[in-house]
């Protein structure tokens, strides 16, 4: 079985992360994936592990710059797929253009992360538009479609995508990977008497880490010690760094950056909070709960299909600072409850959440629109 998965743009963020473990199907002796992705020329994005999986990569100068159709259909023509997999909000877009351009009806089955989420306030005119226009695609043209939490599939279906169109297949991560440069305390700045909150993702509007400062400058009145160490960059940091100088909490917020070794800084956490105020089946909170971290999560898409409340983790209301604080106050408190979460949120991962899981279920699934 042959199959193209294809994407518009690249990030390491959910979808990044899961294009790149669709690639391992090649592994599997009855199914050869190619992935390919079309791009600005301008993307900041890092594309080399895109480069490592041999992608082929579609630049274009502007999102009005149709020439990736012709390549994408050369690249059809030669490959010869059985069927397209698409992601990302206008993965389904990008299909049926090409289902139109082709002047016949390849199959191709989606991937659903969620509707589109302006990045920013000039661009949210457009988000109705772009997911109305999916919205459509789902329901009309796609063969099938699969939703990386129920949540998710529960969206799909308010908005009229037949039911039975839908496979909830939650994402799935890779074994630990402590490569590259082991991380010390003394590389953040931190001593081994601070007590260290952490989060590991994009800082994005969507993350609500305001919220977290928020909780975090009542928590070090309390605590001194506790720092709040944050691993990853994004369009959020300027204000997150003067959020922290207005609240007089500068001197122990620590921001690192994007970082190519994640699981070694996980190791200087104590708490993995995740203070969302949307997602769909959130990578980094798997990656909290492999690490075998105390989890703080909200309550919102999918986080609830990963976390338990008071089994695996502690889950609390969105844009709520203080439900926030006290979750974390209570983990300070009390260093058993922290292992016991811990330990908990591990198994579940290790049962519920691997990469080699996710791909045995996608791989029996694909194989169903050969």
């Known amino acids: 079985m042959r199959i193209l998965s294809l994407t518009w743009g690249f990030t390491l963020g959910g979808i990044g992360k899961c294009l790149l473990a669709y690639d391992r199907l090649n592994e599997l002796s009855d199914v050869e994936i190619h992935t390919a992705c079309i791009t600005l020329n301008n993307n900041n994005s890092d594309l080399k592990p895109l480069h490592k999986i041999n992608a082929t990569i579609f630049y274009i100068k502007s999102r009005k710059d149709f020439s990736w159709m012709e390549k994408a259909i050369k690249l059809i023509s030669k490959f010869k797929p059985d069927v397209l997999f698409v992601h990302g909000f206008n993965g389904p877009i990008v299909a049926r253009a090409l289902q139109i351009k082709l002047k016949r009806k390849i199959p191709f089955v989606c991937s659903y992360h969620g509707f589109y989420h302006a990045p920013s306030l000039s661009r949210i005119p457009l988000a109705p538009v772009f997911n109305k226009a999916a919205e459509y695609v789902y329901c009309h043209h796609a063969t099938a479609v699969v939703a990386v939490a129920q949540y998710c599939k529960d969206q799909l279906v308010f908005r009229g995508v037949p039911e039975d169109k839908i496979t909830v297949m939650h994402n799935g991560l890779p074994a630990r990977q402590q490569a590259g440069k082991l991380v010390t305390r003394a590389d953040a700045?931190?001593?081994?008497?601070?007590?260290?909150?952490?989060?590991?993702?994009?800082?994005?509007?969507?993350?609500?880490?305001?919220?977290?400062?928020?909780?975090?400058?009542?928590?070090?009145?309390?605590?001194?010690?506790?720092?709040?160490?944050?691993?990853?960059?994004?369009?959020?940091?300027?204000?997150?760094?003067?959020?922290?100088?207005?609240?007089?909490?500068?001197?122990?917020?620590?921001?690192?950056?994007?970082?190519?070794?994640?699981?070694?800084?996980?190791?200087?956490?104590?708490?993995?909070?995740?203070?969302?105020?949307?997602?769909?089946?959130?990578?980094?909170?798997?990656?909290?709960?492999?690490?075998?971290?105390?989890?703080?999560?909200?309550?919102?898409g999918g986080?609830?299909?990963?976390?338990?409340?008071?089994?695996?983790?502690?889950?609390?209301?969105?844009?709520d600072a203080d439900a926030l604080e006290n979750a974390i106050i209570r983990l300070i408190e009390n260093s058993e409850l922290r292992r016991s979460l811990g330990c908990a949120a591990q198994k579940r991962y290790e049962a519920e959440f691997t990469e080699d899981r996710m791909l045995e279920k996608m791989s029996i699934w694909l194989k169903r629109f050969a």
């Open 189 to 300: 700045g931190l001593v081994d008497s601070n007590f260290v909150i952490g989060i590991a993702s994009r800082l994005d509007p969507v993350k609500g880490l305001e919220y977290l400062m928020d909780a975090f400058a009542k928590i070090v009145m309390t605590y001194p010690m506790a720092r709040l160490l944050l691993v990853g960059d994004g369009p959020c940091e300027k204000n997150l760094r003067k959020q922290s100088i207005k609240l007089g909490v500068a001197d122990k917020v620590i921001f690192v950056g994007y970082q190519d070794n994640v699981d070694n800084w996980l190791d200087l956490f104590d708490v993995f909070a995740l203070p969302s105020l949307a997602e769909s089946h959130s990578i980094a909170l798997l990656e909290g709960m492999r690490a075998g971290k105390a989890i703080v999560a909200t309550d919102v």
């Open 303 to 319: 986080n609830t299909e990963s976390v338990v409340h008071e089994e695996h983790g502690l889950v609390v209301p969105s844009s």
